[in-house]
């Protein structure tokens, strides 16, 4: 099993910076594809950012060119840097890995942008 605990959120203006950090621990050798995702008040889950274990990423259209996703493997951690942030980027960010098992899910983190 994989436990995933994110920590960096908070409350940042417009135009500002946040990093938040996704930590695995358990059986971290069996993850596979890494990834954020958030989710707004009302609003369903939807897909931020994703990396494989070689490097490769995916971006949401509305965080291209803003955020940057990334990984150490030997760590089990995930990163994702956010600039230029927006008061839409307002949501709960939630870290997602891929493993042999299934999914794991971490606790959230709140991100707020205030404009």
């Known amino acids: 099993q994989v436990q995933l605990v994110e920590i960096g959120g908070g409350l940042v203006q417009a135009g500002g910076s946040l990093r938040l950090s996704c930590a695995a621990s358990g059986s971290v050798y069996s993850i596979g594809v890494m990834g954020w995702y958030r989710q707004a008040l009302g609003n369903q889950r939807e897909l931020v950012a994703l990396?494989?274990?070689?490097?490769?990423?995916n971006y949401a259209d509305s965080v291209k060119g803003r955020f940057t996703i990334a990984r150490d493997n030997t760590k089990g951690t995930v990163y994702l840097q956010m600039n230029s942030l927006k008061p839409e980027d307002t949501a709960v960010y939630y870290c997602?890995?891929?493993?042999?098992?299934?999914?794991?899910w971490g606790q959230g983190t709140q991100v707020t942008v205030s404009s």
């Open positions: 997602n890995a891929l493993t042999g098992d299934g999914s794991a």
């Open positions: 990396i494989t274990r070689g490097g490769n990423t």
